[in-house]
């Protein structure tokens, strides 16, 4: 199935703006968005603390809707998902 | 009333909203918190509109790295406190309003005080512990907060309405870590002038306004995006008054 990653801010920069990514069956949010961060380390680690686990600020969104971070590792992504990965912008 | 100055002045906004809608910007106070970056923007649009009474806080004296996106400090003012030179600029720009310019830190022990009786808030800082005062005092005296953010070419934006609409933290539940961001001052333009749009529109009582919307803007691609937010019934700022009280 095919499933669309959206990044923003610091994280477009790192990983690019919109990812088709392909998923297999059962694949979880946390997965798949570690399967498509993988390919820049520091990308990865912006998203990601040392255990795996998404940093507390990372704001995930499934169709415009808001996902806790928490329950993207049970959460299974489904065909035509558009995903939404963004940190909070900090600077005043 | 309007002094013949005044109608002058406002003379091509009032072609817009009439006499009832200078009358409403001229009745009303905003409370502006920072005049950096975004602050500049915010204060300047809202002083040539004509918004009443401006309260403007910042801390900071005006330093040489600043002056790439603060646009109300001039290379002159170096040195000077921000208040002082955001007084002087915004009353320079248009005398017929009232600028209340105030020297201190945001806190949690005088943030209710600073903002008094404004109509609104501003949010025009570069860190979320002062956003979540400003949150949590928006929440408490049933006024919107005007929130707004800016990294690179990055920016966002978001109107909140207490009671109505998500609040700062129901969107935002935990902070970014403290950085010092860079920053392009076109950036700081674009969405301090979305802010101030947003405050307009809220005194005028028209349009509609970035509620349970957050405003994403990417300058180098020259996209704006928006995502919907919705309020957080847990929320321990905004959410029931049982759920407040478990944070208290």
């Known amino acids: 199935m095919k499933v669309k990653v959206r990044f923003f801010a610091r994280f477009r920069e790192l990983l690019g703006t919109e990812i088709i990514a392909e998923a297999a069956d059962r694949t979880t949010f946390s997965e798949l968005i570690k399967q498509v961060a993988q390919k820049n380390t520091e990308g990865y680690d912006a998203i990601f603390d040392e255990h795996g686990h998404f940093r507390e600020y990372v704001i995930l969104m499934r169709n415009a809707k808001r996902i806790d971070t928490a329950d993207a590792v049970r959460s299974i992504v489904a065909d035509g998902d558009d995903i939404a990965v963004f940190p909070p912008v900090a600077g005043g | ?248």
Not at chain 2, 52 to 60: A, E, H, P, Q, S
Not at chain 2, 131 to 144: E, G, H, S, T, W
Not at chain 2, 216 to 243: F, K, Y
């Open chain 2, 1 to 248: 009333m309007f002094s013949e100055r005044e109608r002058e002045r406002y003379k091509r906004q009032m072609m817009l909203f009439g006499d009832e809608g200078q009358q409403l910007l001229k009745k009303a106070h905003i409370f502006v918190a920072g005049v950096g970056g975004l602050g500049s923007p915010v204060s300047l649009y809202l002083a040539v509109a004509g918004v009443g009474t401006l309260t403007v806080v910042d801390r900071d004296e005006v330093d040489q790295s600043n002056l790439n996106r603060q646009i109300l400090h001039f290379n002159c003012d170096i040195g000077r406190k921000k208040t002082e030179s955001a007084e002087e600029k915004l009353h320079a720009i248009n005398p017929d309003i009232r600028i209340r310019a105030i020297d201190t830190t945001i806190e949690e022990e005088n943030v209710a005080d600073l903002v008094g009786d404004a109509d609104g808030i501003v949010d025009a800082m570069d860190n979320y512990l002062t956003r979540y005062l400003l949150n949590d005092v928006a929440i408490k005296k049933k006024i919107p907060l005007f929130h707004g953010a800016v990294c690179g070419f990055y920016g966002q934006a978001t109107t909140i309405i207490p009671e109505q609409t998500a609040c700062l933290a129901c969107i935002f539940q935990k902070a970014p870590p403290k950085e010092v961001f860079p920053v392009v001052g076109v950036t700081s333009g674009v969405i301090g002038t979305v802010q101030a749009t947003e405050v307009l529109k809220y005194l005028l009582k028209r349009g509609d306004l970035l509620t349970n919307r957050l405003f994403l803007w990417d300058g180098m691609q020259a996209r704006g995006e928006e995502i919907s937010m919705e309020r957080n019934p847990g929320c321990v700022v905004c959410g029931s008054w049982e759920t407040r009280g478990k944070r208290l």
